[in-house]
């Protein structure tokens, strides 16, 4: 089966005020002043309409779920001035489930002001035959290729699964004699006198809510939009503790969709700064939900955020080292600084 034709979504910032205001951070003239836990929600939702696209063109009633979010690169920040253009594709296609890249721009404006993009996002969704107890997942028609721009779209999906799977893998890795010697000067400067680093224990953060009708996605399950802007708020409220100016996204590095939430749980979100560069702070934070009936306490998503510390001109701004203590502490600091390390690989490569 071919690949279907873009699905384009323009939100109309520049032409709604009252959507530009339900969008905007702080009613203030602020450099990326847009609520990014909205345009989660928008990217989820338009994630999932483009899948069905695909699948039910061979299987009519079918759903989509979404399993995970690998990657969220912010480039440019957004305007909350100028319209948002969402562009969805699938990019490819596996057995059960599918991958759904989105590019966000701001088109050129009337005033003359030049096209941005602004992120490049990549969904996997699940297609399943049903919603409820008896669902199974459906398998998918194969692809076929209609051009070369499909081709490569196909091949770095593939390239980006094998490097989570590489990532994933090098999570077990025990330290080089660098990371090794990182760590233990981290340990060793908490044993000198007159010591006051920022503890990793000290920036945890706790927030709680429950699920409402309102929320109801698919019938009885929670939109995982909502879940993930909430993720995305406490972890912004959690990077404050350690970025001494203002925290702005510039990753969603991953989010993983564990099991549904059902309508009437109870969820917490316990968020945790494990990392900072030079200029960046790594969250993380995991959903736990709580069964209506008190009997089930199970954690329902995985989410991890990159912010860069920013001053009002949005230039990055310095930002105090985290001292992991614990060895669970460690084990997060470390794979936060691996997948920093792997970033700026990348952003060099780039630019040769």
Known sequence: MALPDDRVLTLPLGSDPSLRRRFMLLDEDLPANVRFGLILEVLDKLAEECALDYVRRAHPQARVVTAAIDNIYVRSAADVNRDLVFRARVNFVGRTSLEVGIRVEHAAGPDGSPPAHIASCYFTMVARSTTGAGAESLILPAFESSDALAVRRWERAIARREGYRQQLHQAQEPPSREEYSLLMALHAAQDKPGFQGLMAGDCVTSGWERTYPEHENVPTKIFGGHL?????????????????????????????????????????????????????????????????????????????????????????????????????????????????????????????
């Not at 084990?331 to 952003?347: G, I, N, P, S």
Request: aromatic share 8%.
């Open 228 to 352: 993930i802007r909430q993720a995305y708020e406490q972890s912004a409220i959690c990077a404050e503790q350690v970025a001494p100016h203002r925290p702005v996204i510039v990753a969603v590095n991953r989010i993983n969709f564990v099991q549904p939430v059902r309508m009437g749980d109870k969820l917490q979100f316990l968020s945790r700064a494990v990392y900072s560069g030079s200029t960046s702070v790594c969250v993380e934070t995991d959903i736990i939900r709580v069964s209506r009936d008190r009997t089930q306490t199970n954690l329902s998503n995985s989410c991890i955020f990159t912010f860069a510390n920013v001053d009002d001109e949005l230039r990055p701004q310095p930002v105090p080292p985290i001292y992991p203590t614990t060895y669970a502490e460690d084990a997060r600091y470390l794979a936060a600084h691996r997948r920093h390390a792997t970033r700026l690989a990348w952003k060099a490569s780039r630019k040769r």
